[in-house]
């Protein structure tokens, strides 16, 4: 599983811990039914959307980067609970958002992509409005929006562009690339779409208003754009470009007939879009279909007539409707069967493939690593290697190579959905393979101590597994072609139904002890403590980490490992629940009461064994 996809399924997971998904649950819903939203702050400032907020927030690398104010999440982290939710609330009343930082990271062209980076706490306030909004647009979004989506990936964007190339026949595709896209989206536009999404809470709309509007530290306040850095540019970006979709589908596969009734199904009342798509296609109509991932898109068309139509209609469009220019040197009109088309770091193109039982030319889609994300990998992967040739000391060298190996898998997982992976992957690793011989020679052993159950699964069978440092080394060379997906169209995180194909529902725990230990944080502790409780408490099922015995209200504690008297912190692995009894156990220094303790709770060895470790920690003696 990608770490994206890890990441969405862990804020899926967040919003059950914090009774929040009911609320998301029923604005999906509501914006299905095309209801108007007056007053969504009240549930952008509620307790659980702040604390869901935090817990999102704790997990996403970014927030260990700091804005202007030099503060990260480890400073929120310290906060009281109570605290920390009244702040924001008191942001809320009348918000303006801090100086934004600019930094520039290098672009592949070799340019520089500029990134703004709000405050940690402006951060806090943005997924608090995006755990709101984006139910309310999810439901309005397009079918082949992929990018930024819960649930969605780059690999059903391919999966899509697969389909319109083989399956449907389509051999030219409109290329548009939006020059400088985020830093051009125009921003009455954009509350004018929001508005029209039926998002009509005047205070909400006002502050994303601020938020766009924030100033840039050094350079002044934006008139245009989203900052590429922030929380809510994706959710926003996508808001802009929900319009684009609808359009193009609005010239070809949504078009309105005079007799409409005529191709519904009278088995299931469901349109008939290939009866419907044949009779469209005696006319004059442009057949065209959108694939988009970000501000990355193409249209597939079936003549290049159809596509010239297309490229000039989409130019306009997007300079009349969204005041954006496309990159006349980016933007073009692709022949399938003749040239490469690049899309997501892939390059496609119509392949001869046999004849049909008519005689006619059939073909296949092929796809390859595009050449630039070639060069890349090689550079990424050799960057790697030379870190793993001088690690800071010795016990990092299991580290560094742990690194590479996450990259190696990463890279492969991505990828493998090129048809022509394998061959791809093979001419990276001759490039790789010779900087790992010219910097290792006699280091690299086909044996060693350290092989990762991760790479024994996915390589164990290959031949090219080396070990350096005594660590198995993911073979880059070896990697085997998988099909791209489509997106189960019942998959849906704000659905019941939906969140079923997607995981068990907290099965193992009792859910109504997480809500009341989310409900009732304690006191004068920090939220980080509180919400490492509930993190705990799930993953112990719910069960005492010492005898096992189900915890209850009333009967359990959150100890920490290290006492705070000593230094201890609130951090996750300083912490685990315990019965009130085993508390006790662990604390007590009057042997009586030891005593006593032990005959209640008739422990066992092994269980006695966890006590002393958790006694030592505390500087207790052991029993």
Known sequence: MTTERKAKRRKLRNAEYYDFQAVQDMLYQNSLDNKVFINLMQYIVSDENIRLAFRNMKKNAGSKTAGVDKKTIKDLEKWQDERLIKFVRKKFEWYTPQAVRRVEIPKSNGKMRPLGIPTITDRLIQQCIIQVLEPVCEAKFHERNNGFRPNRSTEHAIAQCYKFMQIDKLQYVVDIDIKGFFDNIN?????????????????????????LK???????????????????????????LNELDWWIASQWENIKTHNDKAYFRKDNGVMDKGKLYTKLRKTNLKECYGVRYADDFK?????RQDAVKMFVATKQWLKDRLGLDISEEKSKIINLKREYSEFLGFKLKLHPKGKDKNEQQKYAVISHISDKAKIKIKEISKKYIGEIQNPANSAMGYEVVN??????????????????????????????????????????????????????????????????????????GFVQHKNPMFKKKTVNQYTVSGRSEIH???????????????????????????????????????????????????????????????????????????????????????????????????????QLKKVNKLRILANREEI
Not at 193 to 208: A, E, M, Y
Request: net charge positive; with cysteine.
């Open 299 to 303: 249209i597939f068309c079936r003549t």
């Open 214 to 240: 924030a100033e840039v530290a050094g350079i002044g306040f934006p008139e245009f754009g989203a900052p590429q850095g922030s929380l809510a540019s994706p959710l926003l970006s996508n808001i802009v």
């Open 403 to 476: 690194r590479y190996n996450a990259f190696v898998m990463g890279t492969h997982n991505y990828y493998c959905k090129a048809t022509h992976v394998s061959n791809d992957f093979s001419t990276i690793a001759f490039s790789v393979k010779k900087s790992l011989k010219a910097r290792f020679k006699s280091e690299l052993k086909p044996n060693g101590k350290h092989l990762a159950d991760c790479i024994r699964k996915i390589y164990g069978s290959s031949s090219q597994l080396r070990y350096i440092h005594n660590t198995a080394l993911a073979p880059i």
């Open 504 to 606: 068990k529902n907290l099965e193992c725990v009792n859910t109504d002890i997480l809500k009341y230990l989310m409900r009732n944080p304690v006191k004068n502790r920090s939220i980080e403590y509180n919400d490492n409780r509930l993190s705990l408490y799930s993953a112990q099922h719910g069960k005492c980490s010492v005898t096992g015995q189900i915890l209850e209200i009333g009967n359990m504690h959150t100890h920490h490992k290290i006492p705070t008297s000593i230094g201890g912190k609130d951090g996750y692995m300083n912490l685990t629940i315990v019965t009130t009894m085993v508390h006790r156990l662990i604390h007590s220094v009057n042997k009586e009461l030891i005593s006593q303790y032990l005959k209640i709770l008739k422990i066992s060895e092994k």
């Open 187 to 211: 921003h009455g536009k954009l509350l004018k779409q929001i508005w029209t999404l039926g998002i009509r809470d005047k205070k909400l709309i006002s502050i994303i208003s601020a938020m």
